[in-house]
């Protein structure tokens, strides 16, 4: 059950839709949201401020060129956070800020402890440097936290059609759990899709996940593709314009949790290529 969902927001166009899709999912389940904006100690503090200081030391001094960048990111703190928490009241949703200061994604894991979900942005302030900074910040926090991580693209649109990814691993089990308790509250369809050496071999664990999710009454459609490649299976459905799925459940890691860490194979690769929102459970 989802009660409290953090939005970690920088005031960027995909951070505000990740604050859309946590607000619709606050309604849902009458949940509270915390809206985060983390000041960057690499940006307060790093080396590019050293070197403008510097370059611009005989014009003006390097603690007050220092002390603007910190006003000037405290402005944005309490507009970004302005924004989000308009839209909560908006909604009737329950909302508290917080502003902390460091690395950004340590910064929000911790502030996560006691939240139930996260919703982020797949990328944030630096989008139009995608091939440079590809979500790094999400992809650390999918990496650390022990909390389902919501991942939302530009772009806002309502869930109608829930894919989940399932091997029947611990963590593919948490990933049906939440999925069914969404897609009961939303009333949607869901397909459920294994990928496989041998199609043989998915039988068995659809059965289980489409018995699991008939108990919640959902309409349930099962999918078995043949592959080593998991990710590829998954977003060859996922991403399928005839399909239109608008979220997709999946746990974090699969069978091999060692090596998905080591590796980052099927969790990244999907998270990085879906067109949807994607949930990601620990």
């Known amino acids: 059950m989802i009660k409290l969902i953090l939005v970690p927001t920088d005031g960027s166009e995909n951070s505000i839709t990740a604050a859309d899709y946590a607000i619709n999912l606050a309604r849902?389940?009458?949940?509270?949201?915390?809206?985060?904006?983390?000041?960057?100690?690499?940006?307060?503090?790093?080396?590019?401020i050293h070197d403008i200081g510097t370059s611009i030391g005989g014009m003006v001094p390097y603690g007050t060129f220092n002390q603007t960048v910190r006003e000037m990111v405290e402005s944005q703190a309490d507009a970004t956070l302005n924004l989000l928490e308009g839209?909560?009241?908006?909604?009737?949703?329950?909302?508290?800020r917080e502003?902390?200061?460091?690395?950004?994604?340590?910064?929000?894991?911790?502030?996560?402890?006691?939240?139930?979900?996260?919703s982020m942005g797949k990328m944030g302030s630096h989008a139009e440097w995608r091939d440079v900074f590809l979500g790094t910040n999400v992809e650390f926090v999918v990496r650390q936290t022990h909390k389902p991580v919501l991942i939302t693209p530009s772009e806002f649109k309502p869930f109608t059609k829930m894919l989940i990814a399932y091997d029947g691993s611990s963590f593919a089990d948490k990933a049906l759990h939440s999925g069914a308790e969404i897609a009961q509250l939303m009333k949607l369809p869901v397909t459920v899709i294994f990928v496989a050496g041998k199609k043989e071999e998915?039988?068995?664990?659809l059965s289980k996940a489409k018995i699991f999710l008939e108990s919640y009454n959902l309409t349930v459609n099962t999918v078995a593709k043949e592959g080593t490649d998991h990710a590829k299976g998954i977003l060859e459905l996922c991403n399928d314009e005839d399909e239109k799925f608008d979220i997709l459940v999946m746990g974090a890691y699969g069978h091999s949790r060692?090596?998905?860490?080591?590796?980052?194979?099927?969790t990244v690769r999907v998270m990085r290529s879906t067109h949807c929102p994607i949930l990601l459970c620990r």
């Open 28 to 48: 849902l389940f009458n949940a509270g949201i915390r809206g985060l904006f983390v000041k960057d100690v690499k940006v307060l503090t790093g080396p590019l």
């Open 87 to 96: 839209k909560c009241s908006q909604a009737g949703i329950p909302f508290r």
């Open 99 to 118: 502003v902390r200061e460091g690395v950004v994604s340590r910064e929000i894991i911790k502030s996560a402890d006691d939240c139930d979900l996260i």
């Open 202 to 205: 998915s039988s068995e664990i």
């Open 258 to 266: 060692l090596q998905e860490m080591i590796l980052g194979n099927t």
